[in-house]
Every structure is written in C-alpha cells, then in structure tokens.
C-alpha cells in the first residue's frame, strides 16, 4: 500500500509511506523539512510496523509547535491503518 500525507504545522510539506500487507513500513519519504532529520527519522522507520512507530512517534513536538514531522508520520500512518 501507498500512502501519501500532506502535512501541516511543520516545515515539511508532504510524506510518502509504502506499507506491506503485514504492516511494516517499507519506504518513507519526507517533501521538505530538515533534510537530515527527516532523512533519518524515515531510515529508522523502515523496517518497524505501523504501531511501533504510532507509539515511538506520536506527541512529539517540535519547539512550541504542537506538532512535529515524526508526529506527522504517526498521524500519516494512523490514516493509512483505518483505510486499509
């Protein structure tokens, strides 16, 4: 499956996520934001389920933001779970 996630409230302006049918994240792509840091967090999330990285990820935020891109990718992939 194919996901892909427009963001919002962070610098990074869409993700790309490839989940197989056991749901473990294949591929993560960021469009934008800190390229190291969304380059980094998409490697460590290849490989992980879905749930794994909801739990890791979720509530992170990003200096006073309520939201950060590791947030956006646990909102992301909580949309591509209920869609499945």
């Known amino acids: 499956m194919h996901k892909t996630y427009v ?19 294949t591929a993560c792509r960021f469009t934008g934001g800190c390229n190291g840091n ?5 490697a460590l999330v290849v490989g992980m389920t879905c749930e794994e990285a909801i739990e890791r990820l979720s509530g992170i935020r990003c ?22």
């Open 7 to 25: 963001t919002s409230g962070v610098c990074s302006r869409q993700i790309d996520i490839d989940i197989d049918d056991n749901k473990v994240i």
């Open 38 to 42: 969304t380059q980094g967090v998409a």
């Open 63 to 84: 200096g006073m933001r309520a939201t950060s891109c590791p947030d956006q990718l646990a909102r992301a992939l909580k949309e591509a779970l209920a869609e499945q």
